[in-house]
C-alpha cells in the first residue's frame, strides 16, 4: 500500500508544535515537503515527521532521527501524542479527513511537554557530539576554569538559569558583567545556552564534565 502523506492543513496544525522547538533549537531549516528539518553543530542532521499508528485519517505520533556524515544515523524518538494527554480514553491527535484537519481532544494535549521532549532529545544529541569518541566540532571552544565555575554556579544555584544579574553578583570580584553577557551571547549562539530565558544545555554540562577530566 502507498504511503499516506499528510494534507497542507495537517501539516499547517503541526507547524504549532515544529515552528515553536525551531524557536528553541538552533539550527532549524524549517519544513521541506512533509518533514521538518534541523542542521545541528557538528553536521547532525535532525528530521522530524507526522505519523499514524491505527488508520490514514489520524496523525497521532511525532517520529525522528538524527544522522550524520560521519556514522549515519545514530538515533531516533518517537513521541506519540497519546503520551501526552490527560485522559487515557480521550489521547490527542490530528484527524484528517479529505484534506480537512482539525486537532481532537486538543484541550487533553499536554502539547508543552510534547516540545519540552523533543527539545531534550535534541540536547541529547548534542551532548553526543562531544563524546571523546566523536571529534568534537571546530565551532565548540575551551571552557576555561572561571568558566566552568559559572557553569557549576548556574547549576547549583540558580537552577540552570544563566542569569548575568545574579552571576556577576556572585563573581564580580573575578568578572565583569560585560564579559558575562558577551559569554552568554556567544554560547546562545553556538546552542550552548538556550534562547532568553537562557538555561544551560546538556551539550553544556557535558562539555564542561569533559574540561574537567
Known amino acids: 500500500m502507498a504511503y499516506f502523506y499528510p494534507s497542507f492543513e495537517t501539516l499547517e496544525l503541526a507547524d504549532q508544535i515544529l515552528i515553536e522547538i ?19 553543530p557538528g553536521g547532525v542532521l535532525v528530521t522530524i515527521w507526522l505519523d499514524y499508528t491505527k488508520t490514514e485519517q489520524r496523525w497521532d505520533m511525532l517520529r525522528a532521527e538524527a544522522t550524520t556524515p560521519k556514522v549515519g544515523s545514530f538515533n531516533s524518538a518517537d513521541f506519540p501524542m497519546a503520551t501526552y494527554g490527560t485522559l487515557l480514553t480521550s489521547p490527542p491527535f490530528i ?3 479529505e484534506g ?8 487533553y494535549f499536554q502539547m508543552g511537554y510534547l516540545i519540552e521532549d523533543v527539545v531534550l532529545w535534541m540536547e541529547m544529541l548534542r551532548a553526543a557530539v562531544l ?16 568558566e566552568r565555575e559559572l557553569v557549576s554556579y548556574v547549576v547549583q544555584d540558580l537552577d ?3 542569569r548575568i544579574k545574579d552571576l556577576h553578583d556572585h563573581f564580580k570580584d573575578r568578572v565583569s558583567r560585560q564579559r558575562i553577557s558577551t559569554l552568554a551571547q556567544k554560547w546562545e549562539a553556538l546552542g550552548l545556552l538556550t534562547k532568553q530565558p537562557r538555561r544551560v544545555t546538556i551539550a553544556l554540562r557535558s562539555l564542561v564534565e569533559l574540561e574537567e577530566e
Open 22 to 40: 525551531g524557536n528553541r533549537v538552533e539550527g532549524y531549516q524549517g519544513r521541506i515537503g512533509t518533514k521538518w528539518y534541523w542542521r545541528l
Open 95 to 97: 484527524h484528517e479527513l
Open 100 to 107: 480537512e484537519a482539525e486537532w481532537s481532544n486538543r484541550l
Open 131 to 146: 563524546d571523546p569518541n566523536v571529534r568534537p566540532p571546530a565551532t565548540i571552544p575551551d571552557i576555561s576554569i572561571l
Open 160 to 162: 540552570g538559569y544563566f
